[in-house]
Every structure is written in C-alpha cells, then in structure tokens.
C-alpha cells in the first residue's frame, strides 16, 4: 500500500501496464481522473477505481485542490518500485525489474488532452 499526494491537475504515473499487479486506487480526498484502457473514469473520496494486471492505465488529480489516494498493489512487492525510484534509479531498470511498459507517447496525450503537468514531482516537493 503506498499513498500517493497529487497536486492540482498533475499526472501522478506515465501511461503504464504490470504483468504482475492489479492496483487498486481508493480516493481519500480530491477527485481523480484515470484512463483504463481507452475509458476515462472519475472517482470521489470513497470511490475505488480498480486497475488490473495487463491493462494500459494512467492517473491524475481532475481537480483544482489536493487529491490523495490510497494506492493497494497486489501482490505484494511493487511498492519496492517507488523507494528505488526515489533513490534514483534509471526507468528503464525499473522497468526491466518489474516488468512493466510505458508508453511516452500516450502519456503526452493524456496530458494535452486534460491540461495535465508531468513528469513527477520530486518527493519532497509534493504537498500533502
């Protein structure tokens, strides 16, 4: 489980697929907005927007404040993935580890589309 602080109109992940996870987003405040496939979706504080293995998907904040999520990744293990990310280490061995795809592409489309800001914001950086 890891918790994920995303600023106004800011996307919190480039557009993704795991081999091994599902993820699961439970909004905890603000609203998020997250592409599925080719569906958009919203969600609410209280709302649970679930992501499954093999399936292309992003997320962001829709809103003009604060947006915080509970993000829940099973099985277990992924969230090694941020505390190496956050040290440094490169995507591309990120992506070889744990055996995910980007795709830059669609990421800069999600953002021109919703009026979205990326790439991440640095940790200490990210109000919350």
Same mark, same amino acid.
């Given at each position: 489980?890891?918790?994920? +602080?995303?600023? +106004? /109109?800011?996307?919190?992940?480039?557009?993704?697929?795991? /081999? @091994?996870? %599902?993820?699961?987003?439970? *909004?905890?405040?603000?609203?998020?907005?997250?592409?599925?496939? =080719? =569906? *958009?979706?919203?969600?609410?504080?209280? %709302?649970? *927007?679930?992501?499954? /293995?093999?399936?292309?998907?992003?997320?962001? @904040?829709?809103?003009?404040?604060?947006? /915080?999520?509970?993000?829940?990744?099973? +099985? $277990?293990? &992924?969230?090694?993935?941020?505390?190496?990310?956050?040290?440094?280490?490169?995507?591309?061995?990120?992506?070889?580890?744990?055996? @995910?795809?980007?795709?830059? =592409?669609?990421?800069?489309?999600?953002? $021109?589309? &919703?009026?979205?800001?990326?790439? +991440?914001?640095? $940790? !200490?950086?990210?109000? !919350?």
């Amino acid at each position: 489980m890891v918790e994920h +602080p995303i600023p +106004p /109109r800011h996307l919190a992940a480039p557009v993704h697929r795991h /081999r @091994n996870e %599902d993820e699961y987003s439970y *909004v905890l405040e603000g609203r998020l907005g997250a592409l599925l496939g =080719d =569906d *958009v979706v919203y969600a609410e504080p209280g %709302d649970l *927007v679930f992501k499954p /293995r093999g399936q292309w998907h992003t997320f962001w @904040n829709a809103g003009k404040a604060p947006c /915080r999520i509970l993000e829940l990744i099973s +099985p $277990a293990g &992924f969230e090694h993935y941020f505390f190496e990310a956050a040290a440094g280490e490169s995507p591309e061995v990120l992506a070889a580890r744990y055996r @995910n795809e980007v795709d830059t =592409d669609r990421t800069g489309e999600v953002c $021109a589309r &919703f009026g979205l800001t990326f790439p +991440p914001i640095p $940790a !200490g950086e990210v109000p !919350g």
